[in-house]
């Protein structure tokens, strides 16, 4: 067996603390990953009153930084983050509050969303009326294409090695400028980037916990909407969909933030917002496979893909795309018919 030297290292880091419950170290167990380089450990106290979460950010891929200040701006907004209660910045360990095992994943049902989802938009709204320009980063014109652009890179090229001919490069690059003048002219906010039922937590007071917000951005205000309800993990009726994101319209009008008067052009921007997203997941996916050799998120690239063709059908602007999704699914249309 390998010998795990950064976890011998959050042993030793963690009985330096001198934490007061004093820690079981051997109960230090893994607790999850995800799709970076970061991994997180659940312990408990010796008189196991309390149970905390280590962060374990290698220095040489992941920076703590980011999660520091991020947590401090989301938990004065007034939503739950977990507490740092220690961390070593330059060995990239962070010692966490638990916020428990519960994901909204993990409970959402027919009975439980709608109480769910509106406590969501509700931490939603606190975050978006902390926000202020040049405090975190912008999601601007460099990012938005980067993301986008990991679509035909790791998505049609690597994963399904399809070839794009010129003009389906020039057609693709015409759809992402269509995207990015929308996505641009939207009211901007704080945007957590991932903010859907994995990392959501469920809590007893407060709800949810709000995990994973560390690559946090100043963006567009349907941003986060979209990963909450075109979640790549769970799907839900667009009626259903439209319920929910109703009544955020409604109370982000009431708290004073600046979405669309009309819910018609509201609703036109979440579906714009979530083709950007969707476009880029497909590529992250793709890469975690082919590059990282994750493959756990290849189940989940159907779905993703759903809802990019589902919109992409809805606009002219998105006609080119539609024609790449077909051929993705080796569709032959007659001419004339394929709208």
Known sequence: ???????????????????????????LAPASSDASFRRYFRLQSRD???????????????DTGPFVKVAELFAQSGVLVPEILAKDSQAGFLLLSDLGHTTYLSELSESSANSLYLDANASLIKIQLSSK???????????????????????????????????QSQQLQ????????????????????????RNLMVAPENNPGILDFQDAVYGPITYDLASLYRDAYIEWEEAQQMDWLIRYWQDAKKAGLPVSEDFG??????????????????????RLFH???????LKDIPLVFKYARKVAERYNAFKPLVHLFDQVEGIQRPDGLTF
């Open 1 to 27: 067996m390998t010998t795990d030297i950064r976890f011998l290292a959050i042993k030793d880091w963690l009985n330096r603390l001198n934490f007061n419950p004093v820690l079981d170290l051997e109960s």
């Open 48 to 62: 196991r009153s309390s149970s905390y979460i280590v962060m374990d950010a290698p220095p040489s891929h992941e």
């Open 133 to 167: 320009a040049n405090v975190l980063p912008e999601y601007d014109t460099t990012l938005l294409s980067r993301e986008m652009a990991l679509f035909p890179e790791w998505y049609l090229t690597r994963h399904l090695d399809i070839k794009l001919t010129n003009q």
């Open 174 to 197: 015409e759809v992402f400028a269509a995207l990015l003048k929308n996505n641009l002219a939207q009211a901007q906010v704080y945007v957590h980037r991932d903010f859907h039922s």
């Open 265 to 286: 052009d509201f609703y036109r921007d979440f579906e714009w917002m979530g083709l950007q997203r969707h476009l880029k997941v497909l590529g992250i996916f793709a």
């Open 291 to 297: 590059r990282d050799g994750k493959d756990g998120y």
